[in-house]
């Protein structure tokens, strides 16, 4: 077996298959469509939210941002609770009581309420997150993660750019937008129930070749303490990961997009929300057919394809974006079109950015490596970008404010991920050299 095969994991196809490994993946999809960051159902709202409740894009800004920032200390907490009560226990009580902060919110008598109600309801969803990345890691092996990351995502994604048109119809009937918040809470809630039903957890390193068929003693050697966990940012490739997440401006479309095109481009919230559902089918392709493209990559161009593969996912986006936002169209179907493309931008990324993460990452760590790098560093720039996306917005336009970071910064994005060719194929050694250790060491005791 060649150098650049052993570092792209290929012996992976000796893992045992997880059972179960489908229908848990069919059960991460209700968990994590509410919180999922790119589907932005609160968001499609809030025309209707701002009329009712005489707000402008600072408020959204504000909604947004707060509803992202306090994941960065509940996703870690969550991953911590999981640890002691199990992470099918997590994901049950995170998105049952998500559901019942959600009801809430729609019953808000003032931005206030919705305020509390709406990041409340945030701070529990946001656990599904990384416990459900962790589990599709310990489902599927090295080879598979792209394509599975790609289904659920793709499903996610897919789900919410129907239940955002649904939702928008809400907005034509008095305070029809406490319809579309009970409605999201509904979801949660009754994802939490499909996940008491059917969720059966791997465990943890199930989906290694070196670990699968040893037992759970045997499979891990680190405890996780704050010090392991600290030792993660000492991994360059996680470090890198953890940059291009600060600057992926990509996910500003999923707040503003729907506003921008109400109030730059002239369409009523109904009109403008149709562009969801091109969006949803454009992230759908970019999911499905990203798992199936980076698993060929990892065939012909071993460890390194994946870098070529997102570095020009990043660029295709900041071209979709210049096009689709800076130009005056007169049609919706026009930016129907360019919806499309930049959900295509966009649903290129998880099947190639999650299997990096869980390639360098030893399994027992995978849930705190997903709870920083998508709960810490992708919230904390993601609500700055919010917050002050909104403020600039209401003195330059949504417009510039797009121009500057869905093109600019992501072009800039795509040229940082260079730093991988170097850093990835050595993390990636590493982590299957330990896996081998202690597999020899397991065999060597029995």
């Not at 119809?169 to 305070?175: I, P, Q, S, V, Y």
């Not at 510039?400 to 072009?411: A, E, G, N, Q, Y």
Request: aromatic share 10%.
């Amino acid at each position: 077996m060649s150098t650049d095969a052993h570092v792209s994991q290929q012996t992976s196809s000796a893992a045992a298959k997880v059972p179960h490994r489908w229908r848990n993946l069919a059960t991460l999809t209700g968990v994590t469509v509410v919180d999922n960051t790119e589907s932005g159902l609160v968001s499609t709202l809030f025309p209707a939210i701002s009329s009712a409740l005489g707000l402008n894009s600072g408020h959204l800004g504000l909604l947004s941002a707060l509803g992202k920032f306090v994941a960065v200390p509940f996703g870690p907490a969550w991953v911590w609770l999981t640890g002691r009560i199990g992470r099918r226990g997590g994901l049950i009580v995170t998105t049952i009581l998500g559901g019942v902060f959600g009801v809430l919110a729609g019953f808000a008598a003032n931005f206030g309420l919705l305020l509390l109600f709406n990041t409340l309801m945030s701070a529990c969803v946001i656990g599904a997150t990384p416990i459900a990345n962790a589990v599709i890691a310990d489902s599927f092996d090295d080879r598979s993660r792209a394509k599975a990351a790609g289904y659920l995502y793709g499903a996610v994604n897919s789900i919410a750019a129907f239940l955002g048109p649904v939702l928008a119809l809400f907005t034509g009937l008095t305070d029809g937008w406490r319809y579309g918040m009970w409605t999201i809470g509904a979801i949660c809630v009754v994802s939490g129930l499909v996940v008491a039903l059917f969720f059966t957890d791997p465990g943890v390193g199930a989906a290694e070749s070196e670990l699968a068929d040893l037992s759970t003693k045997d499979r891990i050697k680190t405890k996780v303490t704050a010090q392991s966990v600290l030792s993660l940012f000492r991994i360059p490739t996680f470090a890198l990961m953890m940059l291009s997440r600060l600057l992926s401006g990509h996910l500003l479309i999923t707040i503003f997009g729907i506003q921008f095109l109400v109030k730059e481009r002239g369409f009523t919230n109904p009109i403008a929300a149709l562009v969801l559902i091109p969006f949803g089918l454009g992230y759908l392709v970019g999911t499905v057919g990203g798992g199936w493209l980076v698993r060929l990559l990892d065939e012909v161009l071993p460890a390194r394809g994946r870098v070529y593969y997102l570095q020009i996912a990043q660029v295709l986006f900041a071209a979709a974006a210049f096009f689709g936002t800076q130009f005056h169209y007169g049609s919706i179907g026009t930016y129907c079109v360019f919806w499309a493309l930049m959900g295509l931008g966009q649903g290129v990324n998880p099947p190639v950015n999650r299997p990096i993460v869980a390639a360098v990452v030893l399994p027992e760590l995978r849930g705190q490596a997903f709870a920083i790098w998508l709960t810490i560093f992708e919230t904390v720039g993601w609500a700055l970008f919010s917050l002050g996306a909104g403020q600039l917005a209401d003195v330059l336009g949504i417009q510039t404010v797009f121009l500057w970071i869905m093109v600019i910064l992501m072009l800039l994005n795509a040229a940082v991920l260079s730093g991988l060719y170097a850093c990835y194929p050595r993390d990636v050694r590493r982590v299957t050299t330990e896996l081998g250790r202690r597999r020899a060491e397991a065999l060597a005791r029995s």
